[in-house]
């Protein structure tokens, strides 16, 4: 299919390299360098969607990142993006897009249909209908909006792209590659500062590559090629492409995405899709340009109806026509470069100029050139449906508020042109305060507030000489101030046009009798009559208007809409724009895919995934693994056809039995050194530690200073001023936060240290009734009798060549040992364990024996330890001195935690001895009750008890203590249960706790 | 991410902090009688003022040390930081 609407000499695009692209099933062919609009205008395509609340036809209006239409769904390499800008994606062989927003097709859009009832949808339509039936929301209301809002669909498929994070430091962030960043990056790169340019487009220059200027006798595109190319060969500075600074965040921190594969047909391999860089800057110059604003007026957003400054890249960009009989309608002279690139292309536009007259430099070339300007003229209305047909046009009076009869002239395309608005998002982000600048009608950077400088048309700056100007000055400045060097470079020889002034008009009135829509917000369909009605509902705050309206909340964010939108507010309310304010400006300043703020951090690489030094063993011996915190602990070892119910009871009832092994080594361990150690403990936990013997361990319990227990372990003296604590794995990090709290701030005249050991020694659990046995074999040399090393004994020992630590410590209730070894040492510890446990009918265990062991003999763990329950709800107020003062004593005093019928942890066994009983459930007097059902306790732990063979669990119950011997039932709505169960010791185990002394 | 200057080790990104609260809350000392009042303003009562704020944060991805950090809570403005022994203002 031949390109109809494309140019035969003009334009950067590879002429050398045809792409082909499908469009809504369509084949089309498009340049290398080419945009998915470009491409597409080239073709002669003006349809591109549908509006996203009357489903009107939506074209192209712009040519990048302003752009309100064309927003299409992308498919590429097996996957697809909903929400991509035509106007930015570039051309690739074999690129697929489809329109959004319309059903069944673009061309025939069922949902236009609103476009005739637009009387039912004006603004806050939502908030007024669908409020009742209240019951309608969820079955009605929320369905049927999902289907009709948005832009494309998300893909349900797992992302196979890569994204990646970068973190990156430099001197000067210059944020756009205009006239202002590569002059203020040259001036500073060449004193020495480490720069990085960003340009969201693939092409650098800005409007040097549009506009008809020349610097030191180069063509600005010229210029701007030679900069860049300079600036790339410089080891200091870091020139980027397709990438886009999004967001100003505090101190300097700034965040840009770079599309790296985007432009291409898929990403290589190791490659990254798109790259999120966390970039800290000393100073930051915005030289982020500005976007030309559109002139309200009829049917303002019929296909053809374009911005003047989009027509002209469309041009000599890309060598492509937006129109063939173009209308140029205009209040500024800058559209007059659009208009004189037309005529120099053999086709012939009409200037239509608001302003009375005007003699600048421009119109002169305008009028020499003999194209058609008619001043004092506006459009009243595009015709047309899908594509501009005609306009009517008319005279307007001086003070622009009548008009003189309406003309009707043929068109293609109305390229408008309301003057600039400078992008100042990034200014505002950084918290910096803006000011309303008459002369050009929009709001600039004022006060900075962290380190940054607006130069350039951003900066309200629309005259080449003077931007240059500053923007060499500003670069050596900044970079002087950092670098302390001083060397200036030249300001170039800039010739340009001379502009007169803008006319301040922004809108159209409607003729008598007409009602055309006349848009505001080109991608929430926001039109003059929506604020107008708002204002009559009573909304005044800016704020509130835009809420209600939705004016500038689509995904563009308002970037041609918000200053219209302003003007209209400020007129009817009769006041000033700057009286009125802007919205705020929040980041992301252009829409940013999830995947790259997620970057990496996905499923295994959520978090960091630790290891004991024994994994590879467990691996190798059918381990099933276990989630523990970040390690990955062993929660069973199967064997044959097992679950984990029938492995983890086998492992169990062996260390009643015989002996078992578990590796313990992601418990916390903490080394506590210096003279105060033991006074330091004596204050942590709630037990006494000043008489504790070198070679001994104790267990302890330690509170946060509300009373709540933090955290449980036994700590061991290791010798006169040397301790080693351990603390549940979950609990280590903090525990050792909170130690260095205390020492650090509350208490530092104790004269200790303390840091983590735990990734310093591996351990081992040894338990059952034959561990001693086991034990004498493995340390023949060491005496490990009940007299030689009795419970709650420690002693050092040597495991055939290696140092090893004894611990006489249980956790399952049986007479049990933990042995440390350093690290590197684990592995062989282990497998010795394993080889010689084989005569006694050893086997490992994992967590969930472990568990079933600890609850069946009542010792507490982290889901009894939950952070609600203070010593006495879990039984260890037998711990707590009366005698001495310690971290959260008198928030035991409070009266709440001394009531006689205060919870405390009790056994619970289902009446029938069959029915595990679910962890979580409630337990209850009555199961029949009246909701909402007093809950007297919940199941914190359940197990199946390998001692009694029947199920059983741990409970918090209300007045636990007088609750041995009832009946009461275990319910769990979530698994639809109810469980007839009796209150029994938590010891359900050895109550005497006979065997750990044996 | 605001960008704090750690006495210890220089400027490093708040990734590597926890924030620890007011700094100038004093726990009181051990083995003094002390009324459920006083008690109660030290374990749950804090300020939350707008403006000037003298905090704790943790180094805890770094030294380790708690610093303190006098910070403005609603321009997010560092204007000193303190090793936790040295006395401020």
Same mark, same amino acid.
């Given at each position: 299919?031949?390109?109809?609407?494309?140019?035969?000499?003009?334009?950067?695009?590879?002429?050398?390299?045809?792409?082909?692209?499908?469009?809504?099933?369509?084949?089309?062919?498009?340049?290398?360098?080419?945009?998915?609009?470009?491409?597409?205008?080239?073709?002669?395509?003006?349809?591109?969607?549908?509006s996203?609340?009357?489903?009107?036809?939506?074209?192209?209006?712009?040519?990048?990142?302003?752009?309100? !239409?064309?927003?299409?769904?992308?498919?590429r390499?097996?996957?697809?993006e909903?929400?991509?800008?035509?106007?930015?994606?570039?051309?690739?062989?074999?690129?697929?897009?489809?329109?959004?927003?319309? &059903?069944?097709?673009?061309?025939?859009?069922?949902?236009?249909?609103?476009?005739?009832?637009?009387?039912?949808?004006?603004?806050?339509?939502?908030?007024?209908?669908?409020?009742?039936?209240?019951?309608? &929301?969820?079955?009605?209301y929320?369905?049927?909006?999902?289907?009709?809002?948005?832009?494309?669909?998300?893909?349900?498929e797992?992302?196979?792209?890569?994204?990646?994070?970068k973190?990156?430091?430099?001197?000067?962030? #210059?944020?756009?590659?205009?006239?202002?960043?590569?002059?203020s990056?040259?001036?500073?790169?060449? %004193?020495?500062?480490?720069?990085i340019?960003?340009?969201?487009k693939?092409r650098?220059?800005?409007?040097?590559?549009?506009?008809?200027?020349?610097i030191?006798?180069?063509?600005?595109?010229?210029?701007?090629?030679?900069? #860049?190319?300079?600036?790339?060969?410089?080891?200091?500075?870091?020139?980027?492409?397709?990438?886009?600074?999004?967001?100003?965040?505090?101190?300097?921190?700034?965040?840009?995405?770079?599309?790296? @594969?985007?432009?291409?047909?898929?990403?290589?391999?190791?490659?990254?899709?798109?790259?999120?860089? !966390?970039?800290?800057?000393?100073?930051?110059?915005?030289?982020?340009?500005?976007?030309?604003?559109?002139?309200?007026?009829?049917?303002?957003d019929?296909?053809?109806?374009?911005?003047?400054?989009?027509?002209?890249?469309?041009?000599?960009?890309?060598?492509?026509?937006?129109?063939k009989?173009?209308?140029?309608?205009?209040?500024?002279d800058?559209?007059?470069?659009?208009?004189?690139?037309?005529?120099?292309?053999?086709?012939?536009?009409?200037?239509?100029?608001?302003?009375?007259?005007?003699?600048?430099?421009?119109?002169?070339?305008?009028?020499?050139?003999?194209?058609?300007?008619?001043?004092s003229h506006?459009?009243?209305?595009?015709?047309?449906?899908?594509?501009?047909?005609?306009?009517?046009?008319?005279?307007?009076?001086?003070?622009?508020? %009548?008009l003189?009869?309406?003309?009707?002239?043929?068109?293609?395309?109305?390229?408008?042109?309301?003057?600039w608005?400078?992008?100042?998002?990034l200014?505002?982000?950084?918290?910096?305060?803006?000011?309303f600048?008459?002369?050009?009608?929009?709001?600039?950077?004022?006060?900075s507030k962290?380190?940054?400088?607006?130069?350039?048309?951003?900066?309200?700056?629309?005259?080449?000489?003077?931007?240059?100007?500053?923007?060499?000055d500003?670069?050596?400045?900044?970079?002087?101030?950092?670098?302390?060097?001083?060397?200036?470079?030249?300001?170039?020889?800039?010739?340009?046009?001379?502009?007169?002034?803008?006319?301040?008009?922004?809108?159209?009135?409607?003729?008598?009798?007409?009602?055309?829509?006349?848009?505001?917000?080109?991608?929430?369909?926001?039109?003059?009559?929506?604020?107008?009605?708002?204002?009559?509902?009573?909304?005044?705050?800016?704020?509130?208007?835009?809420?209600?309206?939705?004016?500038?909340?689509?995904?563009?964010?308002?970037?041609?809409?918000?200053?219209?939108?302003?003007?209209?507010?400020?007129?009817?309310?009769?006041?000033?724009?700057?009286?009125?304010?802007?919205?705020?400006?929040?980041?992301?300043?252009t829409?940013?895919?999830?995947?790259?703020?997620?970057?990496?951090?996905?499923?295994?690489?959520?978090?960091?995934?630790?290891?004991?030094?024994?994994?590879? &063993?467990?691996?190798k011996?059918?381990?099933?693994? =276990?989630?523990?915190?970040?390690?990955?602990?062993?929660?069973?070892?199967?064997?044959?056809?097992?679950?984990?119910?029938?492995?983890?009871?086998?492992?169990?009832?062996?260390?009643?039995?015989?002996?078992? =092994?578990?590796?313990? @080594?992601?418990?916390?361990?903490?080394?506590?050194?210096?003279?105060?150690?033991?006074?330091?403990?004596?204050?942590?936990?709630? %037990?006494?530690?000043?008489?504790?013997?070198?070679?001994?361990?104790r267990?302890g319990?330690?509170?946060?200073?509300?009373?709540?227990?933090?955290?449980?372990?036994?700590?061991?003296?290791?010798?006169?001023?040397?301790?080693?604590? @351990?603390?549940?794995?979950?609990?280590?990090?903090?525990?050792?936060?909170?130690?260095?709290?205390?020492?650090?701030?509350?208490?530092?005249?104790?004269?200790?240290?303390?840091?983590?050991?735990?990734?310093?020694?591996?351990?081992?659990?040894?338990?059952?009734?034959?561990?001693?046995?086991?034990?004498?074999?493995?340390?023949?040399?060491?005496?490990?009798?009940?007299?030689?090393?009795?419970?709650?004994?420690?002693?050092?020992?040597?495991?055939?060549?290696?140092?090893?630590?004894?611990?006489?410590?249980?956790?399952?209730?049986?007479?049990?040992?933990? =042995?440390?070894?350093?690290?590197?040492?684990? %592995?062989?510890?282990?497998?010795?364990?394993?080889?010689?446990?084989?005569?006694?009918?050893?086997?490992?265990?994992g967590?969930?024996a472990?568990?079933?062991?600890r609850?069946?003999?009542?010792?507490?763990?982290?889901?009894?330890?939950?952070?609600?329950?203070?010593?006495?709800? @879990?039984?260890?107020?037998?711990?707590?001195?009366?005698?001495?003062?310690?971290i959260?004593?008198?928030?035991?005093?409070?009266?709440?935690y001394?009531?006689?019928?205060?919870?405390?942890?009790?056994?619970?066994?289902?009446?029938?001895?069959?029915?595990?009983?679910?962890?979580?459930?409630?337990?209850?007097?009555?199961?029949?009750?009246?909701?909402?059902?007093?809950?007297?306790?919940h199941?914190?732990?359940?197990?199946?008890?390998?001692?009694?063979?029947?199920?059983?669990?741990?409970?918090?119950?209300?007045?636990?203590?007088?609750m041995i011997?009832?009946?009461?039932?275990?319910?769990?709505?979530?698994?639809?249960?109810?469980?007839?169960?009796?209150?029994?010791?938590?010891?359900y185990?050895d109550?005497?706790?006979?065997?750990?002394?044996? | 991410?605001?960008?704090?200057?750690?006495?210890?080790?220089?400027?490093?990104?708040?990734?590597?902090?926890?924030?620890?609260?007011?700094?100038?809350? /004093?726990?009181?000392?051990?083995?003094?009688?002390?009324?459920?009042?006083?008690?109660d303003?030290?374990?749950?009562?804090?300020?939350?003022?707008?403006?000037?704020?003298?905090?704790l944060?943790?180094?805890?991805?770094?030294?380790?040390?708690?610093?303190?950090?006098?910070?403005?809570?609603?321009?997010?403005?560092?204007?000193?930081?303190? /090793?936790?022994?040295? /006395?401020?203002?």
């Amino acid at each position: 299919m031949r390109q109809n609407y494309r140019l035969d000499k003009i334009g950067l695009v590879n002429r050398e390299k045809k792409l082909s692209f499908k469009f809504n099933g369509k084949k089309y062919f498009g340049y290398e360098g080419d945009t998915l609009a470009s491409a597409l205008i080239a073709n002669g395509v003006h349809l591109v969607g549908r509006s996203f609340k009357y489903h009107r036809p939506r074209g192209f209006f712009g040519a990048g990142v302003d752009e309100p !239409y064309a927003i299409v769904q992308l498919y590429r390499n097996g996957e697809t993006e909903p929400n991509v800008r035509a106007t930015e994606q570039e051309l690739f062989e074999g690129l697929e897009a489809k329109s959004v927003n319309c &059903w069944p097709s673009v061309n025939f859009d069922i949902g236009a249909i609103n476009n005739f009832l637009n009387i039912f949808l004006p603004a806050g339509f939502y908030y007024k209908t669908f409020m009742w039936p209240r019951s309608f &929301w969820y079955r009605i209301y929320e369905p049927f909006i999902r289907k009709a809002a948005g832009f494309g669909v998300a893909s349900k498929e797992h992302d196979k792209e890569r994204y990646e994070h970068k973190y990156e430091y430099c001197d000067l962030l #210059i944020a756009g590659s205009g006239p202002s960043g590569l002059a203020s990056a040259y001036a500073a790169a060449k %004193n020495g500062a480490r720069v990085i340019l960003a340009e969201d487009k693939p092409r650098f220059g800005g409007s040097l590559l549009t506009s008809d200027v020349s610097i030191n006798n180069q063509s600005g595109k010229e210029w701007a090629d030679n900069i #860049i190319t300079e600036l790339k060969g410089m080891t200091n500075v870091t020139v980027k492409n397709r990438a886009q600074i999004f967001g100003y965040y505090d101190h300097n921190m700034l965040v840009m995405s770079e599309r790296v @594969t985007d432009h291409l047909p898929k990403s290589e391999q190791f490659t990254p899709k798109q790259r999120l860089w !966390y970039i800290r800057a000393k100073q930051v110059v915005i030289s982020s340009g500005s976007i030309e604003r559109p002139i309200v007026f009829g049917n303002n957003d019929t296909p053809g109806v374009v911005l003047a400054s989009a027509a002209k890249e469309y041009m000599k960009v890309y060598g492509v026509l937006v129109g063939k009989k173009p209308i140029v309608f205009t209040n500024n002279d800058s559209a007059y470069e659009t208009a004189i690139e037309f005529k120099k292309n053999n086709i012939n536009p009409i200037v239509l100029d608001s302003r009375q007259d005007s003699n600048s430099e421009i119109i002169k070339e305008a009028k020499s050139l003999g194209i058609d300007i008619k001043f004092s003229h506006v459009v009243v209305a595009a015709k047309g449906y899908k594509k501009v047909k005609s306009c009517d046009i008319a005279e307007i009076s001086e003070d622009k508020q %009548n008009l003189n009869q309406i003309k009707n002239i043929e068109c293609d395309c109305i390229c408008v042109s309301g003057f600039w608005t400078p992008t100042i998002h990034l200014a505002s982000q950084s918290g910096g305060k803006t000011k309303f600048k008459e002369e050009i009608d929009a709001f600039v950077p004022d006060k900075s507030k962290q380190k940054e400088v607006t130069l350039g048309s951003a900066n309200g700056v629309f005259t080449l000489e003077e931007t240059l100007k500053t923007s060499f000055d500003k670069g050596f400045e900044l970079s002087k101030e950092i670098t302390n060097n001083n060397n200036s470079q030249q300001i170039p020889k800039v010739s340009e046009k001379k502009h007169s002034k803008h006319d301040k008009f922004w809108c159209v009135p409607l003729p008598k009798g007409k009602k055309y829509k006349r848009f505001l917000d080109f991608q929430n369909d926001v039109a003059v009559s929506d604020i107008e009605l708002a204002i009559r509902e009573g909304y005044r705050s800016i704020e509130h208007v835009k809420r209600y309206t939705t004016l500038g909340m689509a995904t563009d964010q308002g970037k041609t809409s918000n200053l219209n939108g302003l003007q209209l507010v400020s007129n009817i309310e009769n006041k000033v724009v700057p009286a009125v304010g802007h919205t705020t400006f929040r980041p992301p300043y252009t829409p940013i895919s999830i995947g790259a703020i997620v970057g990496r951090e996905i499923g295994k690489h959520s978090k960091p995934t630790r290891k004991s030094p024994m994994h590879n &063993w467990h691996e190798k011996n059918n381990a099933v693994f =276990v989630d523990a915190g970040v390690w990955l602990r062993p929660r069973y070892y199967k064997r044959g056809n097992e679950g984990l119910f029938e492995a983890s009871k086998r492992e169990a009832e062996n260390v009643r039995k015989n002996v078992g =092994v578990c590796d313990v @080594t992601t418990l916390g361990k903490i080394d506590i050194k210096g003279p105060d150690a033991a006074e330091f403990l004596n204050r942590v936990y709630t %037990n006494a530690w000043l008489k504790l013997p070198v070679g001994k361990a104790r267990y302890g319990v330690m509170l946060r200073e509300d009373g709540i227990v933090m955290d449980d372990g036994t700590t061991t003296r290791i010798s006169e001023n040397h301790y080693h604590m @351990t603390t549940t794995t979950a609990q280590a990090a903090n525990v050792l936060s909170h130690l260095e709290y205390y020492l650090q701030l509350v208490w530092p005249e104790l004269d200790v240290n303390v840091v983590s050991t735990t990734e310093q020694w591996a351990g081992a659990a040894i338990a059952g009734p034959k561990s001693r046995d086991l034990l004498q074999k493995l340390f023949p040399d060491t005496d490990v009798s009940n007299e030689g090393l009795p419970f709650m004994g420690f002693v050092e020992a040597n495991l055939f060549g290696v140092n090893a630590r004894i611990f006489r410590i249980s956790f399952s209730g049986e007479l049990a040992y933990e =042995v440390n070894v350093e690290s590197d040492n684990g %592995n062989f510890m282990w497998e010795k364990i394993i080889e010689i446990g084989k005569d006694f009918d050893l086997q490992p265990y994992g967590t969930e024996a472990l568990s079933t062991l600890r609850i069946e003999m009542g010792h507490v763990a982290g889901s009894e330890l939950d952070g609600r329950t203070i010593p006495y709800d @879990t039984g260890l107020d037998g711990l707590v001195s009366k005698k001495k003062d310690f971290i959260g004593k008198r928030s035991l005093l409070k009266k709440a935690y001394n009531e006689k019928d205060r919870q405390r942890l009790v056994g619970v066994v289902p009446l029938d001895k069959k029915t595990s009983i679910p962890e979580g459930s409630h337990l209850v007097k009555d199961p029949k009750g009246k909701l909402p059902n007093p809950k007297l306790g919940h199941i914190s732990a359940s197990c199946w008890s390998v001692e009694h063979n029947n199920p059983f669990s741990l409970a918090i119950l209300k007045d636990g203590k007088n609750m041995i011997g009832s009946k009461l039932y275990a319910m769990s709505p979530l698994k639809n249960k109810t469980i007839a169960v009796e209150i029994v010791s938590s010891h359900y185990v050895d109550p005497k706790g006979e065997r750990v002394r044996s | 991410m605001l960008y704090i200057k750690c006495p210890h080790c220089g400027l490093r990104s708040q990734n590597e902090f926890a924030y620890g609260g007011d700094a100038s809350v /004093k726990r009181p000392e051990l083995n003094k009688e002390i009324s459920d009042q006083e008690w109660d303003e030290f374990v749950y009562l804090r300020k939350s003022p707008r403006g000037k704020h003298l905090e704790l944060w943790h180094h805890v991805s770094g030294c380790r040390q708690w610093i303190k950090v006098l910070r403005d809570t609603s321009t997010h403005e560092i204007f000193n930081t303190y /090793k936790s022994e040295e /006395k401020v203002g």
